[in-house]
């Protein structure tokens, strides 16, 4: 999964591009939405939270069938929380769908392109061709560790509030428990202890060009949720 900080990062982002489009929101329903980009993982349940298509199950990446979730929560989306939690659910979508396989490349042994965890040995970066075991590609000195080196970077350039109230209450999403925000809010914060320098090592990440992939997706989420919020007054008159 993108790490916390990068869901709070896209979900500023959202904040920023609902405000440019005329949709504004009072302090509180920006706190509810930003509860809302964390929720998902507030479970150790994923599969459930994340609205995984048991039909990939196996595959080195699985991501989120938003179908499953809106046809199921469909009605909830008025509310900012569940907004936010469907927009982790598309950030997320895109990240491991388009933007992973800008960055790496999954392979056997004899190189040939896998998917499935049963067949993969290698992973090999795009940025420069280094092949890595798989299990050391997702290890803190790859992929979780360029995370940790974004987060204090992210939250100064993002200007990301770290503070938000928990107390967010849940209109029926069943799949997770809102009371763990909290934990997940003390969690987060234990990933800032990197100076904000730490940027400069990034080995798997170039931050600049994922800032630029989720503003692109995060504009385009934004316009259909308008469009979509329009449609449902329409049809509510």
């Known amino acids: 999964m993108p790490g916390f900080i990068l869901h709070l990062s ?4 959202a904040i920023d591009a609902f405000q440019n489009l005329n949709f ?7 706190n509810d939405f930003l509860m809302g980009c964390l929720l998902p993982d507030a479970s150790k349940k994923k599969d459930a939270s994340h609205f995984r298509n048991p039909k990939h199950h196996g595959n080195i990446v699985e991501y989120p069938d938003l179908e499953l979730f809106e046809q199921k929560h469909h009605g909830l989306l008025g509310d900012m929380s569940c907004l936010g939690y469907e927009f982790h659910l598309y950030i997320d979508r895109v990240f491991f769908r388009d933007y992973l396989p800008r960055i790496v490349e999954f392979q056997d042994d004899a190189g040939k392109v896998v998917k499935k965890w049963t067949d993969v040995t290698w992973a090999v970066l795009r940025k420069n061709q280094k092949r890595l075991k798989v299990k050391q590609f997702f290890s803190e000195d790859y992929y979780y560790g360029d995370y940790t080196k974004m987060n204090s970077w992210l939250v100064d350039k993002l200007h990301i509030p770290l503070t938000l109230q928990t107390d967010v209450k849940n209109l029926g999403i069943e799949e997770v428990d809102y ?3 909290e934990d997940i809010l003390k969690e987060l914060k234990g990933y800032l202890d990197v100076p904000k320098e730490a940027i400069a090592d990034l080995k798997v990440f170039d931050v600049e060009d994922l800032l630029g992939f989720l503003k692109k997706k995060t504009q385009i989420w934004c316009e259909s949720k308008i469009q979509d919020m329009a449609h449902r007054n329409e049809v509510l008159k």
């Open 24 to 30: 504004h929101m009072s302090s509180r329903e920006k």
């Open 10 to 13: 896209a979900g500023v982002l």
């Open 179 to 181: 009371a763990k925000g």
